[in-house]
């Protein structure tokens, strides 16, 4: 069995330090911290092979609200499944901070999980990582989410994704991923 690690992201210089890009920069962490992979292009998505572990890494190559047609253009001709996915992605109904994986459940208004949904079910394991919502009420979701994170907010995000990277090493190694939440900070 293989399994695939998705960081969801938009494409392009423009969006690498906003909160949509959160799943693409855990992902590029991760694979940094198992000492780094030859990335690679294909079928509308960049992946690292880590067959000795079972597991591939995954940047679909579309922008967010396609990221089901890129994967399931992707799932096509790789040997990973849908239950295998485990899917890292943004959540504004996600304090800052705060990490929920679990598998299944609804996409959340989030159109990245939307279309993941529709091009291949909701089975797949969804890490969620918590962007907040923002202070103020006059700017839309949209222009949240495509903003780049506080001075103060990327401060504190190297420890946050470290905790983030470890939890997943761990689960790579176990093989199994679990329902929890992980705070930046163990308490």
Partial sequence: MVRAIIGIGNPGGKYVN??????????EALSAALGGQHWQDDRGVEYATYLD?????????????ETGQAIAGW???????P???WVIHDDVEV???????KQGGTSGGHNGIKSLDEAIGPDYWRVRFGVGRGGSSSNSLSDFVLAPFTAEEENELPAII??????????????????????????
């Fill in 18 to 27: 906003t909160r949509h890009n959160i799943g693409f920069r855990v992902v």
């Fill in 53 to 65: 572990r079972h597991f591939v890494l995954v940047k679909p190559k579309s922008y967010v609200n």
């Fill in 75 to 81: 799932l096509k001709y790789s040997p990973a499944e």
């Fill in 83 to 85: 239950e295998h996915l």
């Fill in 95 to 101: 304090p800052f901070g705060e990490i929920r994986i």
């Fill in 162 to 187: 470290d905790r983030v990277v470890s939890y997943l090493i761990q689960s790579i190694d176990e093989q199994n991923l679990t329902t929890t939440t992980l705070h930046a900070q163990e308490k």
